[in-house]
T-cell receptor
Framework: EADIYQTPRYLVIGTGKKITLECSQTMGHDKMYWYQQDPGMELHLIHYSYGVNSTEKGDLSSESTVSRIRTEHFPLTLESARPSHTSQYLC?????????????FGQGTRLTVV | GENVEQHPSTLSVQEGDSAVIKCTYSDSASNYFPWYKQELGKGPQLIIDIRSNVGEKKDQRIAVTLNKTAKHFSLHITETQPEDSAVYFCAASISTGFQKLVFGTGTRLLVSP
């Protein structure tokens, strides 16, 4: 069982609201990621982080922002939610150093903006 | 950047049959190829991975093959069981100081009893 947690699991919110999706891992991983998964199943990288105080935009443009103040915590924020933000958001983390290692995923947050 | 194509998008088999899912990648510098299984309501979970210095890897009923020249890799599941039903993703990654996985489009596998 991976030690990476996302909250909430489900969120229904009105247009214009500010939301923060939480992601925490207890594995001491340097690298963390946010993926957006659309109904067609594809996983698109929207943000990633090398470590504390490091954040980068991914391949898919997103209006969301992220922060990495602590190693274990990588929250994603939408300042003003819109129906187009409705999607599944998956957080992941992977090990230390430069070598490729297994990425562990959280269970996801299913966001619906009405 | 890297582009990963995955086929088929849907695969239906009878219990006990074999299932094969194929992926191609575009960047010859990719050197790490994991496969993930995603069950309904859960995040993807790694089931097997292969690195570019290896041509084949097996783990019980699951095997992965890699052809670096042709830039494709495949997942083979033998003696399929209903609990193998899930969405499977291939991915490719380049080790250039940061692991950035690029995923295929997913294959929905349905194993009928």
């Amino acid at each position: 069982e991976a030690d990476i947690y996302q909250t909430p699991r489900y969120l229904v919110i009105g247009t214009g609201k500010k939301i923060t999706l939480e992601c925490s891992q207890t594995m001491g991983h340097d690298k963390m990621y946010w993926y957006q998964q659309d109904p067609g199943m594809e996983l698109h990288l929207i943000h990633y982080s090398y470590g504390v105080n490091s954040t980068e935009k991914g391949d898919l443009s997103s209006e969301s922002t992220v922060s990495r103040i602590r190693t274990e915590h990588f929250p994603l924020t939408l300042e003003s939610a819109r129906p187009s933000h409705t999607s599944q958001y998956l957080c992941a983390s992977s090990g230390t150093g430069n070598s490729n290692t297994e990425a562990f995923f959280g269970q996801g947050t299913r966001l619906t903006v009405v | 950047g890297e582009n990963v194509e995955q086929h088929p998008s849907t695969l239906s088999v009878q219990e006990g049959d074999s299932a094969v899912i194929k992926c191609t990648y575009s960047d010859s510098a990719s050197n790490y190829f994991p496969w993930y299984k995603q069950e309904l309501g859960k995040g993807p979970q790694l089931i097997i991975d292969i690195r570019s210095n290896v041509g084949e890897k097996k783990d019980q009923r699951i095997a992965v093959t890699l052809n670096k020249t042709a830039k494709h890799f495949s997942l083979h599941i033998t003696e399929t069981q209903p609990e193998d039903s899930a969405v499977y993703f291939c991915a490719a990654s380049i080790s250039t100081g940061f692991q950035k996985l690029v995923f295929g489009t997913g294959t929905r596998l349905l194993v009928s009893p």
